[in-house]
């Protein structure tokens, strides 16, 4: 199979060339401007931070690609999708307000912002992709009506897929929270009875009549009925409804390979990634823990697949940061050089599965040639 390009740059700059400068030449190296943008909407997704984090990625480069976009005919917008877990981006009204205390916005961005799973997170579209784990995705309107769509990633760990790279930046991050149900868990949703206050709004709204309340007012489920849709865990606003129980690490991230292909399906697409602030879990907490090891880059390519592969490598061949992080709390005497940071940091998760199985389904390649600009 012939290797992906996949281009980089450092983080060094002069007085003719700041960071977003590079950020320019690096992905008009990698191609972005072959792509067919004349009035083409371009969904940029991009994860807006939960409030409290620091780690996201900062929304002046957002700004950066956007003018480029639209320099080149494109109509740009930024956009995500609501979180299935209670927290304040799990509507659109608390997750615009969240997005606007972190700093994105039209004015900020140089393009709107838009949520792609509507209010509630029960607007999508569900797409076709005959997956071995997904016959198909539920994925925000926005993002599948979008005519080319365009990832920009911050690269960390996460506790229960490994890292957090292009795919789980593509495959999690547009699927509506129904979606985000079928990825996370390996059942249907529960009612946890003692947070059911009767208000009926998962009855009313589950199409497949599989919601019921009780003789006390309390919901129960139907698994006769139930398809795991997870309408009722996106409109519950009193966390009675929930996921029912995880999945493995490698089932979630066979799914979201699928989920990426769905995403990126019959459209052009392109992928950049910033190796900053690598904490060891997810922008999705209110708190980001110490960066486990120094800043490396930034790095672009058409291929998501072998820009997650190269991500991860430059990671593991990366020392660690001598401050107090786990990393360095649990390895006192060794860089780690070469060592798989992710697997050290949560043993229980396999991101390598992840990529042999996009690579399988033909998502892309996990051989690549890396080309510094």
């Keep these: 199979m012939e290797k992906s390009k996949v ?51 900062r929304p002046n480069y957002a700004a ?18 609501n979180t299935l877990y209670s927290g304040k981006r799990a509507n659109a009204v608390d997750h615009l307000q969240s997005a606007m205390e972190n700093g994105f916005n039209p004015i900020s961005a140089q393009c709107q912002v838009i949520i792609a799973d509507g209010l509630k997170g029960t607007d999508y579209r569900e797409i076709e992709v005959g997956g071995e784990y997904c016959k198909t995705a539920k994925i925000g309107t926005a993002i599948a009506d979008a005519d080319v769509i365009l990832s920009m990633t911050h690269f960390k760990g996460h506790e229960q897929s490994g890292f957090g790279g292009s795919l789980k930046n593509l495959g999690m991050g547009c699927a509506s929270v129904g979606g985000k149900l079928e990825l996370h868990s390996a059942s249907q949703p529960v009612i946890e009875k003692q947070n059911c206050i009767g208000c009926n709004i998962c009855v009313k709204y589950c199409a497949h009549d599989a919601v019921h309340l009780n003789a006390k007012r309390k919901a129960d489920i139907d698994y006769d009925k139930c398809v795991g849709c997870g309408q ?23 799914k979201i390979a699928e989920y990426s292909l769905a995403v990126v399906k019959d459209k052009p697409h392109f992928h950049i990634s910033f190796i900053m602030n690598v904490s060891p879990e997810c922008d999705c ?3 980001n823990d110490a960066a486990i090891i120094p800043d490396l880059g930034i790095l672009a390519s058409f291929d998501p697949v072998a820009l997650d592969m190269a991500c ?20 006192h005497h060794d860089d780690l050089c070469g060592c798989d940071k992710f697997r050290l940091m949560h043993p ?7 990529l042999e199985h996009a690579e399988k389904i033909g998502l892309g390649t996990m051989q690549y040639k890396l080309i510094t600009v």
């Excluded at 996106?234 to 999945?247: P, R």
């Excluded at 229980?348 to 992840?354: I, N, P, R, S, V």
């Design 285 to 287: 907490w209110n708190h």
């Design 348 to 354: 229980d998760t396999d991101w390598f599965a992840g």
């Design 312 to 331: 991860a490598d430059m990671v593991i061949n990366a020392p660690i940061l001598r401050n107090d992080n786990q990393l360095a709390n649990e390895h």
């Design 64 to 81: 950066c690609i956007s003018n480029l976009l639209k320099s080149l005919g494109a109509k740009p917008f930024l956009t995500d999708c």
């Design 232 to 254: 009722c865990v996106a409109l519950c606003q009193y966390d009675a409804a929930v996921m029912g129980s995880s999945d493995t690490s490698e089932r979630l991230n066979y």
């Design 7 to 57: 281009y980089f740059t450092n983080l060094r700059t002069k007085p003719t060339a700041n960071l977003l400068n590079k950020l320019e030449r690096l992905v008009k190296k990698a191609g972005i401007e072959s792509l067919s943008l004349t009035n083409s909407f371009v969904a940029i997704k991009i994860h807006f931070g939960e409030p409290g984090n620091l780690a996201y990625l």
